[in-house]
């Protein structure tokens, strides 16, 4: 049961990147998703979520509008396309499993105690 995120990379501000969360030895459909990142010295954070019908996705206020989760099912995968990337986005990013009870409430849905299976992580940095 192995959790991977990819798809991290060097980009210049105001770029885009579209991170997958790939997983193998299980079937992402009947969990909700959650991607978080962190940057050197800062706590992780929350950054977007998606139950596992699709049905509902939730972004955190710094990256709404310029981030977009979605799932694919057929290929066992969750992706984050990341646009109109800035400096402050540079973190390493992660993915996670989680339910659909968490991703429901707000209190919850970017809590990292709430999410069970964490893939490795891949860079983003944005720089000119």
């Known amino acids: 049961v192995q959790l991977q995120a990819s798809g991290g990379g060097l980009v210049q501000p105001g770029g885009y990147l579209r991170l997958t969360c790939a997983a193998s030895?299980?079937?992402?459909?009947?969990?909700?998703i959650g991607w978080f990142r962190q940057a050197p010295g800062k706590e992780r954070e929350g950054v977007s979520c998606?139950?596992?019908?699709?049905?509902?996705?939730y972004y955190a206020d710094s990256v709404k509008g310029r981030f977009t989760i979605s799932r694919d099912n057929a290929n066992n995968a969750v992706y984050l396309q990341t646009d109109s990337l800035k400096g402050e986005d540079t973190a390493v990013y992660y993915c996670?499993?989680?339910?659909?009870?968490?991703?429901?409430?707000?209190?919850?849905?970017?809590?990292?105690?709430?999410?069970?299976?964490w893939g490795k992580g891949t860079q983003v940095t944005v720089s000119s």
């Open positions: 996670a499993t989680g339910g659909d009870r968490t991703v429901r409430y707000p209190s919850l849905r970017f809590l990292s105690s709430e999410y069970y299976v």
């Open positions: 030895g299980f079937t992402l459909d009947y969990y909700a």
């Open positions: 998606i139950s596992s019908s699709e049905a509902s996705t």
